[in-house]
């Protein structure tokens, strides 16, 4: 949906709403797995602000979004992988 550097990546919101919009009638709810190839899987302030407007674009097409992961790789205490929907931001 986008292309990125291994630091950050950018998604345009209008890139998520038609394959959001193809899903309308279809699903009731999705999951958003994206990876960092930094391996670190900690959220930065770009994916924060991604998950909200992919739930904003969820709403408006009546989609819940049951989640935001992000995939990384395991460390030490860390499962190598951050759920938003477990950190209780969704």
Do not use: N
């Given at each position: 949906m986008s292309d990125g550097r291994t630091d950050r990546n950018m998604v345009a919101t209008e890139l998520l709403v038609d394959p959001f919009s193809s899903?309308?009638?279809l699903a009731d709810a999705v999951i958003v797995v994206h990876n960092h190839p930094s391996g670190d899987a900690l959220p930065s302030q770009t994916d924060h602000s991604l998950t909200r407007r992919l739930a904003e674009a969820a709403e408006l097409l009546q989609i819940k979004l049951l989640d935001h992961i992000i995939i990384g790789e395991p460390l030490e205490g860390q499962p190598g992988y951050f759920?938003?929907?477990e950190a209780g931001i969704l």
């Open positions: 899903l309308a009638g759920s938003f929907k």
